[in-house]
C-alpha cells in the first residue's frame, strides 16, 4: 500500500497539529520533519512530544545542517555526528524510524574548479566509514535507522549512486544503516533508476521523491510508474516522503502529490 509523507515545511499551517490536520486531509500518512544544525531539533522536544501525544505521525526527520559527517574539517565532522546522534535520538523517543543525511552537501564537486577535491578517495573512505559505523551503532542502540542519501554529482563528491551507498553500507555491515533514495539525485545519477533500486533492494531504508525538475512530483519527465514499480518490486514497505520545491500555487500543489502517485503506481 502507497504511503506518503510531506515534509513539514511545505504544509501551510503554524504548528504541526494544523500542518497534520491539512495533511491527513490531503491524503497523506505522515510528515517528515526537518532536523537543523545547534541542535535546534533536540530543542524542538517539548513541541513533538505534544504533537505526538496529539496523534501526528512523524516517522523520519531529514536532516538540514551547514556541513555532514563527511567534512574535510575534523571539527566539523565531530559536531555533525553529534548532531545526528541528537536528531537519532529525538526521532527515536518519537517512535519514529530514523534520520535522512547526505555523506556531505555543497562542499564540493568534481565538475566544478578545482576539479581535484584536497582529500583523495581512500581517505574519504575512510572518513565516511568511521562516521558511519559511529552513527549505526548509535541508531542500532535507539532502535532506529541511519538513511544515507546519494546526491547528484554537483552537490556531493563522494556517494552519487546507490551502488556507491551500499557498498559502504556492505563494509559497515550494522542493519541500522541503509539508504535513502530520492528519485530527483536517482534521474540525474541512474542510467536506469529502475534498475538501480532493483540492484540496491536489501539496502534500501527510506525514499523521497521531487521530479527531475525538483519540483512535485508530476511536474517534471520522470517515469514515475517504472520507479514506483521498482520500488514495489523491490518490497519496500516505508513511506515517500515529498522533499521538493513546489511550482504553481503552493497549497494545490502540496495537494495534487498523493493522487499523482496513486494514479502513477497504478
Not at 530543542?43 to 567534512?71: I, N, Q
Not at 541503509?178 to 534500501?204: F, K, Q, T, V
Request: with cysteine.
Amino acid at each position: 500500500m502507497l504511503k506518503t509523507a510531506c515534509q513539514e515545511q511545505l504544509l501551510p499551517g503554524d504548528t504541526l497539529q494544523q500542518k497534520w490536520e491539512f495533511a491527513r486531509e490531503a491524503g497523506y500518512d505522515a510528515i517528515e520533519l526537518r532536523g537543523k544544525g545547534d541542535f535546534h531539533f533536540r530543542e524542538r522536544l517539548p513541541e513533538l512530544r505534544k504533537a505526538a501525544a496529539d496523534g501526528v505521525v512523524m516517522p523520519t526527520v531529514c536532516v538540514e545542517m551547514l556541513h555532514f559527517l563527511g567534512d574535510f574539517d575534523a571539527d566539523r565532522r565531530r559536531d555533525a555526528v553529534a548532531q545526528l546522534k541528537s536528531q537519532l535520538s529525538v526521532i527515536a523517543e518519537l517512535g519514529g524510524t530514523g534520520a535522512q543525511t547526505p555523506a556531505s552537501y555543497g562542499m564540493f564537486s568534481r565538475r566544478l574548479p578545482p576539479f581535484e577535491p584536497p582529500r583523495d578517495e581512500h581517505a574519504d573512505r575512510e572518513v565516511l566509514l568511521a562516521g558511519l559505523t559511529e552513527l549505526g551503532e548509535h541508531a542500532r542502540a535507539e532502535g532506529v535507522t541511519l538513511f544515507l542519501e546519494p546526491l547528484n554529482r554537483y552537490e556531493d563528491h563522494m556517494v552519487n549512486r546507490l551502488e556507491q551507498a551500499a557498498d559502504l553500507i556492505r563494509e559497515v555491515g550494522l542493519d541500522s544503516v541503509r539508504i535513502g533514495i530520492d528519485s530527483y539525485h536517482m534521474n540525474i545519477e541512474e542510467a536506469d533508476p529502475a534498475a538501480a533500486i532493483l540492484a540496491a533492494a536489501p539496502y534500501i531504508g527510506h525514499a523521497q521523491v521531487s521530479d527531475s525538475n525538483r519540483f512535485q512530483p508530476g511536474a517534471g519527465h520522470l517515469d514515475w510508474a517504472a520507479w514506483l514499480g521498482a520500488l514495489d518490486a523491490a518490497g519496500y514497505e516505508g513511506h515517500l516522503a515529498v522533499e521538493c520545491q513546489l511550482t504553481g500555487d503552493p497549497v494545490q500543489a502540496v495537494r495534487s502529490i498523493p493522487p499523482f502517485l496513486a494514479r502513477a503506481a497504478g
